[in-house]
């Protein structure tokens, strides 16, 4: 019997390392740099804002995994059976009712409020200290000794809406970094039905099964009133890193050289 292969795509903080394993053995690599990112755009320094541009990340995936495959003979080629893909979290960006990022719209493309809010961020202290004083004072024991980090996703989502008036009417929902891609490559980024990391959602979104996953509607509108509705615009359920959430895309498929057999894992987020 011959062995299958999963490519390991890891969306690092500056580049894209994709590798090919073997069980625990890895095969193949490749690496690129975030090129938009390596020049210094959508970042600043001064301000501690660090934004990137999704193009960024579907570049290098392409990139690294048509090389690390590149790598392989024809019949290990053959036997690629699953994709894993890992990121950064908290890196939350702002999407259309289809889940095209905001960048990635009409009328946004330059705006560094509509790209991915990068994990290290830390610029949403006002927001994170509302919250964690909001936690306290709500009571709710599932949160006790939470101490939620302005690089987490509410914190991150409240500054920025409070920011960019265009990009609070323009988003649709809020998705996270792993989420997309993963989505992205089985061809469904509907922030309605797209599947979620559940990781991603206990340790930086205050999703707690006791509470019926997010914050109630009682408990962000009382943080912020531009809150409201955001809560049934996000998602309902969560994943687990080693479930399957899908085939990936025939497009996907096509430009990544792939069977369109091999299957997609829900997306994990680094331990950053």
Request: net charge negative; aromatic share 8%.
């Amino acid at each position: 019997m011959e062995n299958k292969y999963t490519i390991e795509i890891d969306f690092e903080t500056d580049r894209v390392t994709s590798r090919i394993c073997d069980g625990n053995r890895e095969t193949t690599a490749a690496s690129q740099e975030y090129s938009r990112w390596k020049k210094g755009l959508y970042l600043n320094e001064a301000q501690k804002t660090y934004r990137q541009h999704p193009a960024d990340y579907i570049e290098a995936l392409e990139f690294t995994v048509k090389q690390a495959v590149s790598g392989l003979s024809a019949l290990e080629q053959e036997n690629i059976a699953e994709i894993a893909v890992i990121t950064t979290a908290s890196t939350p960006v702002a999407v259309d009712e289809k889940g095209a990022p905001l960048s990635l719209t009409h009328g946004f493309q330059e705006n560094p409020n509509a790209m991915f809010i990068l994990w290290k961020e830390q610029i949403a202290t006002i927001e994170a200290d509302e919250i964690n004083r909001h936690i306290t004072d709500s009571g709710i024991a599932d949160y006790a000794g939470q101490k939620y980090s302005p690089s987490d996703f509410w914190a991150k989502v409240l500054h920025t809406i409070r920011a960019d008036i265009a990009v609070f009417r323009a988003a649709a929902s809020w998705v996270e970094h792993c989420d997309w891609i993963s989505g992205a490559l089985i061809g469904n980024t509907n922030p309605k039905t797209m599947k979620r990391s559940r990781d991603a959602a206990i340790q930086k979104a205050l999703w707690r099964d006791s509470q019926g996953g997010h914050p109630s509607e009682d408990f962000l509108t009382a943080l912020d009133p531009m809150l409201a509705g955001l809560r049934q615009r996000l998602f309902s359920e969560t994943c687990e890193s080693h479930e399957t959430i899908g085939k990936i895309s025939l497009l996907w498929a096509r430009k990544l050289g792939l069977s369109p057999y091999v299957t997609v894992r829900t997306g994990a987020i680094r331990k950053t």
